[in-house]
T-cell receptor, first 112, second 112 residues
Framework: DAGITQSPRHKVTETGTPVTLRCHQTENHRYMYWYRQDPGHGLRLIHYSYGVKDTDKGEVSDGYSVSRSKTEDFLLTLESATSSQTSVYFC???????????FGPGTRLTVT | DAKTTQPNSMESNEEEPVHLPCNHSTISGTDYIHWYRQLPSQGPEYVIHGLTSNVNNRMASLAIAEDRKSSTLILHRATLRDAAVYYCILRSSGGGADGLTFGKGTHLIIQP
């Protein structure tokens, strides 16, 4: 299994509070991704990174920011959480020149 | 992005072959066909990918129509562990860091 961990694995927070989710990899892969998955939907891309300090927006980036100061860590921040951001968040990594993405175990976030 | 169409659900018996169809009539010449699956409460898992020729690996086989407008993922001998949502995804071979576009996939049910 690819070395990807996500923390926390579960979180309950209140509307309006900031939240940061962490994705950590031990594979030294160049590309990292954040997706969200809601009931009845496939995964949707939030943001991605193609190197340290290099990030770009995905399909559903509003309300989210990301940072990547080290190869191994990709942080997803909800500046002011809303109930619509209740979801399961998956991180993924991909090696340059390789098509397969490897996914983490997910973080279940509930915003009350 | 070119879209894919999959049946919402399929049912099969344990130890029998399973053929999961995917239609992608607007596929472009540079699009690879990827398959991922998602077991309950887990992140997606890469299964297989191909461009024009049929592909085999330890998990499955991918049969691609000659006109590339459809493909079939073949599980040669289904086990209960193969019960999952299977996603057929097109991704351009143009490289780049962009992520995957997931549809709703096919929910595969395996009967013992």
């Amino acid at each position: 299994d690819a070395g990807i961990t996500q923390s926390p694995r579960h979180k309950v927070t209140e509307t309006g509070t900031p939240v940061t989710l962490r994705c950590h990899q031990t594979e030294n892969h160049r590309y990292m991704y954040w997706y969200r998955q809601d009931p009845g939907h496939g995964l949707r891309l939030i943001h991605y990174s193609y190197g340290v300090k290099d990030t770009d927006k995905g399909e559903v980036s509003d309300g989210y920011s990301v940072s990547r100061s080290k190869t191994e860590d990709f942080l997803l921040t909800l500046e002011s959480a809303t109930s619509s951001q209740t979801s399961v968040y998956f991180c993924a990594i991909r090696q340059r020149g390789i098509y397969e993405q490897y996914f983490g175990p997910g973080t279940r976030l509930t915003v009350t | 992005d070119a879209k894919t169409t999959q049946p919402n659900s399929m049912e099969s018996n344990e130890e029998e072959p399973v053929h999961l169809p995917c239609n992608h009539s607007t596929i472009s010449g540079t699009d690879y066909i990827h398959w991922y699956r998602q077991l309950p409460s887990q992140g997606p898992e890469y299964v297989i990918h191909g461009l024009t020729s049929n592909v085999n690996n330890r998990m499955a086989s991918l049969a691609i129509a000659e006109d590339r407008k459809s493909s079939t993922l073949i599980l040669h001998r289904a086990t209960l562990r193969d019960a999952a949502v299977y996603y057929c995804i097109l991704r351009s071979s143009g490289g780049g860091a962009d992520g995957l576009t997931f549809g709703k996939g096919t929910h595969l049910i395996i009967q013992p």
